[in-house]
């Protein structure tokens, strides 16, 4: 009865759904970074160095949604692979 909510004791498949998940975890964190990171760093750029932002900040946070933005690039929401899969039945 609980047994069917379990993880596999297998080594090699437990470590496998624990890597889909976390590269999943992180996709996910990495594009909804590199989206709404620009809303705040645009107004920093149009304003240009300030006492509260200095240049070399700036381009750290530039780098940051850089970075984001690779290790998001692959990141699709669940129901839209829900959908292409039943697409894909259809045909």
Same mark, same amino acid.
């Given at each position: 009865m609980f047994?069917?909510?379990l993880p596999s004791l297998h080594p090699g498949r437990f470590a496998s759904s624990t890597f889909h998940r976390v590269e999943r975890l992180v996709?996910?964190?990495?594009?909804w970074? %590199?989206?709404i990171?620009?809303?705040g #760093?645009?107004?920093?750029?149009a304003l240009g160095p300030s006492r509260f932002v200095s240049l070399p900040m700036l381009?750290?946070?530039v780098s940051i949604n850089?970075? %984001?933005?690779l290790l998001g690039?692959? #990141?699709r929401n669940e129901s839209e692979e829900t959908a292409d899969a039943a697409d894909a039945t259809e045909e």
């Open positions: 047994r069917d909510h996709q996910t964190v990495a594009f970074t %590199a989206t990171l620009p809303v #760093y645009l107004p920093l750029l381009g750290q946070i850089a970075l %984001a933005l690039h692959g #990141y």
